[in-house]
């Protein structure tokens, strides 16, 4: 094990005072502890770490039993959260390797997919069941030293990501670590190590078998984290948006689309970095776009009955849900800023007000904003439009949530019954 000093290499004022509490007491307390992952990293980077994760030899009960208001959480991972004031520390005992007689606790699908993870383990071991090498430096913040088994510091002062261990293997384990790879060269603006990179493009397909809500979650973080226009790039490039989105590839591949999706994302970033709010529902609703209007436009050609914007964005986020659950929260907003893309481009002055106090209205006109970049008619509505909100600016989406036409619902069978 590489131990280095730490006093040159990172900023210990800009240490979570409730981390180094954590472990410290977990030292007093005769157990090791570490400051570990993207804490370090960061730091190490010059960026102000999100959160600050603790690696320990206590079991979550030991650390439990350490720390009032801690509690343990997790299945798959357990691990124990510790509160501090209003900090909450992430706490975890070094995990272990599974082949070591502890079947019983891990527990791998045919596929090789890990299932559950709660193997104890050493320090050493718990490095290399991490997933890349520049997350798996460990802080020792009372001696200041850093222990680098890895070779985590080179690769930061390279600047690439890479997988530990066999990438197939580790994909195949647990396939969302292909698009933590992702994430973190486009945050980081790294570059991918060669054989961490290829060994996508045989694995990707292995993230049809992780359930959707996850997949939901892990494309809140690579959406929302302030770096959604190259983390999609990554993505496409990878062949990783497929598996994701598949009815955004095809958008990818057209040039307005794609100039349109990549607006939406680096508006996006650009809020974050201005620490405005945003919401998932514009920015999926602008990438799933593209296929909702090509959909929109063949269902208008069968002549079929009945509205084609609402059918095509029924269609689209059916095949979309099955790959990512989207929840109601953001996906009934997503269609009514596509359902107000025809009468926007209606331009009607009768209908001027309704369509102004719709609570939509301004997402579903910055949407408008962006399809204009590529289509000279929509210049002339989106001109339409200024004007008639900077004549009525009071009534924009003025229309409480309540007078909006709810969706009726059925009634839940109960499963018995069935
Ligand atoms: P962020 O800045 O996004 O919080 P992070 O590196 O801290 O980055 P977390 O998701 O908080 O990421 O995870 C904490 C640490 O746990 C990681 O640094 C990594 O060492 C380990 N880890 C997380 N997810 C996995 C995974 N799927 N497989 C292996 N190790 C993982
Ligand atoms: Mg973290």
């Known amino acids: ?20 509490s954590v472990v410290e007491r977990l030292c007093d307390n005769d157990y090791s502890a570490f400051i570990v992952g993207g804490a370090v990293r960061d730091l ?57 007689g502890a079947a019983q606790t891990a527990v791998k699908s045919q596929k090789g997919l890990l299932l559950r993870d709660n193997v104890y383990g050493t320090l050493d071991q718990d490095a290399a069941r991490r997933d890349l090498t520049i997350n798996a430096l460990y802080l020792d913040p009372i001696d200041q030293l850093i222990l680098d088994d890895l070779n985590g510091l080179e690769d930061i002062r390279q600047r690439v990501v890479r997988i530990i261990g066999d990438p197939a293997t580790r994909y195949s384990e647990d396939p969302v670590r292909m698009l ?14 060669q054989a961490s990179s290829a060994a996508i493009s045989q694995c990707r397909h292995l993230l049809a078998d992780i359930p959707a809500a996850r997949l939901f979650d892990e494309t809140l973080k690579l959406f929302m984290a302030g770096f959604a226009a190259p983390t ?47 919401t998932p529902a514009f920015l999926l609703g602008a990438l799933l776009w593209p296929a909702v209007a090509y959909k929109r436009r063949n269902i208008s050609n069968t002549g079929a009955e009945g509205s084609p914007i609402n059918a095509a964005g029924q269609q689209v986020l059916a095949i979309t849900l099955q790959r990512v659950a989207i929840p109601k929260r953001f996906s009934i907003p997503m269609r009514e800023i596509w359902e107000l893309q025809p009468r926007l481009e209606k331009c009607s002055s009768k209908r001027v007000k309704s369509v102004l106090s719709q609570r939509r209205f301004r997402a579903a006109f910055d949407l408008l904003l962006l399809r204009a970049e590529s289509s000279d008619e929509l210049k002339a509505t989106v001109a339409f439009w200024e004007e008639q909100q900077q004549l009525f600016p009071e009534v924009v989406g003025s229309l409480p ?18």
């Open 1 to 20: 094990m590489q131990t280095i000093d730490s006093k040159n290499l990172i900023d210990h004022t800009a240490l979570s005072r409730a981390a180094v």
């Open 232 to 278: 999609i790039e990554h993505l496409t490039t990878h062949g990783l948006l497929e598996p994701l989105f598949p009815e955004a590839l095809g958008a990818m591949e057209d040039a307005s689309s794609r100039t349109l999706i990549l607006k939406a994302m680096g508006n996006t970033d650009a809020r974050i970095a201005r620490g405005k709010p945003v």
């Open 401 to 418: 949530a309540t007078e909006i036409p709810q969706r009726k619902r059925r009634p839940r069978r109960r499963k018995r019954d069935q």
């Open 44 to 100: 190490l980077l010059g960026k102000r770490p999100k959160d600050f994760d603790v690696a320990t030899n206590a079991t979550p009960e030991q650390v439990v039993a350490l720390f009032r208001g801690s509690r343990i959480i997790g299945r798959r991972f357990q691990i124990v959260h510790v509160r501090m004031g209003r900090e909450i520390i992430e706490v975890t005992t070094f995990r272990g390797h599974h082949e070591d």
């Open 180 to 193: 933590r790879v992702v994430r973190f060269a486009a945050k980081l603006g790294f570059s991918i190590e």
